[in-house]
Nanobody, 123 residues
Framework: EVQLVQSGGGLVEAGGSLRLSCEASGFAFDDYTIGWFRQAPGKEREGVSCISTSGLNIYYADSMKGRFTGSRDNAKKTVYLQMNSLKPEDTAVYYC????????????????WGQGTQVTVSS
């Protein structure tokens, strides 16, 4: 069974940090790129970051550059998203997703999804 199990998230004050984790099972993790997406209430889902299979190529949405850092540990089948200097506008449900191809900023092209985790940033 394919699973992406997320952990981390929670409530933090503006300027604070959180780390999200996404642990995979049931598929050849090394062959999959992992994307991070988020969706705030009343807004469309948006891409946050994407990390290549090797972890050498990491892409970020413009508003996250310099604040968010993606990484992956293929031995642990886990991807991480370190989020620093958080802002109230970062409040959303964050999702990890996997696809067996290159990074794309289109969630519809990712067949596997985590359960989502809430990130709330207070002002």
């Amino acid at each position: 069974e394919v699973q992406l199990v997320q952990s981390g998230g929670g409530l933090v004050e503006a300027g604070g940090s959180l780390r999200l984790s996404c642990e995979a099972s049931g598929f050849a993790f090394d062959d999959y790129t992992i994307g991070w997406f988020r969706q705030a209430p009343g807004k469309e889902r948006e891409g946050v970051s994407c990390i290549s299979t090797s972890g050498l190529n990491i892409y970020y949405a413009d508003s996250m550059k310099g604040r968010f850092t993606g990484s992956r540990d293929n031995a642990k089948k886990t991807v991480y998203l370190q989020m620093n200097s958080l802002k109230p506008e970062d409040t959303a449900v964050y999702y990890c997703a996997a696809r067996r191809s290159s990074c794309v900023n289109n969630g519809k092209l990712y067949p596997y999804w985590g359960q989502g985790t809430q990130v709330t940033v207070s002002s």
